[in-house]
C-alpha cells in the first residue's frame, strides 16, 4: 500500500502482488512507464491515479491480472498497454482520460469493463487480441474510433456500452 505521491514510475517485481495506492499519485516526467508488470502472475493494481508517463500501466507476458478503480491520465503513448503475451487481464472500474490512446489490448481472454474511457487523443481502446468481453463502459470524446478492431481482434463480446461523441464512432 503506497503511503504517499510518487514522482517516479513502480515495477512490479514478484508474483502475488496486490498494489493499493491507497488514492496516492505516481506521477511521471512524461517519459517513462508508471507501473510496468513484466513476466508476472496474479496481480491487482487498485487505487492510485497514474499521469505523465509515456505509458500508464504495461503489461507484458502477464497472466491473471486485475485493473481496477485506478485513474490513469496526461500519458503521451497509451493508457495501459497489453501485449500478445498476456493474458487473463481484468480492466474494471478505471477512468482513462487524456492519454494519448486509451487502451491497447494485445492478449486474449480479456475483460474491460465499467470503465470511463474518454478524451483520449487517439482511440478509446485498440483491440488485436481475442475472446474479450468489453461491457458497461462509457467510451466517449475520443480523437478516432471508441472501439478500433486491428486483425487478430476475434471473439469479442460487446454489450451495454456508452459509445458516443468520439471522431469516427
Do not use: H, M, P
Amino acid at each position: 500500500t503506497l503511503s504517499n505521491n510518487l514522482a517516479e514510475g513502480i515495477v512490479i517485481g514478484s508474483n502475488g502482488i496486490t498494489l493499493d495506492g491507497n488514492g496516492y499519485t505516481v506521477n511521471g516526467n512524461n517519459a517513462g512507464t508508471g507501473i510496468l508488470i513484466n513476466a508476472k502472475t496474479i496481480i491487482i493494481i487498485t487505487n492510485i491515479n497514474i499521469e505523465n508517463f509515456d505509458t500508464g500501466i504495461s503489461l507484458d507476458n502477464a497472466v491473471d491480472v486485475k485493473i481496477s478503480k485506478n485513474k490513469i491520465t496526461n500519458n503521451n503513448g497509451g493508457g495501459v498497454i497489453v501485449t500478445v503475451s498476456s493474458k487473463q487481464i481484468k480492466i474494471i472500474e478505471n477512468n482513462i482520460e487524456n492519454n494519448s490512446s486509451g487502451l491497447y489490448i494485445g492478449s486474449y481472454d480479456n475483460e474491460i469493463s465499467k470503465n470511463q474511457i474518454s478524451n483520449n487523443q487517439n482511440v478509446g481502446i485498440r483491440l488485436r487480441g481475442s475472446s474479450t468481453l468489453i461491457r458497461e463502459n462509457t467510451i466517449s470524446n475520443n480523437g478516432q474510433n471508441g472501439i478500433d478492431f486491428l486483425s487478430g481482434a476475434s471473439s469479442t463480446e460487446i454489450r451495454n456500452n456508452v459509445i458516443t461523441g468520439n471522431a469516427n464512432g
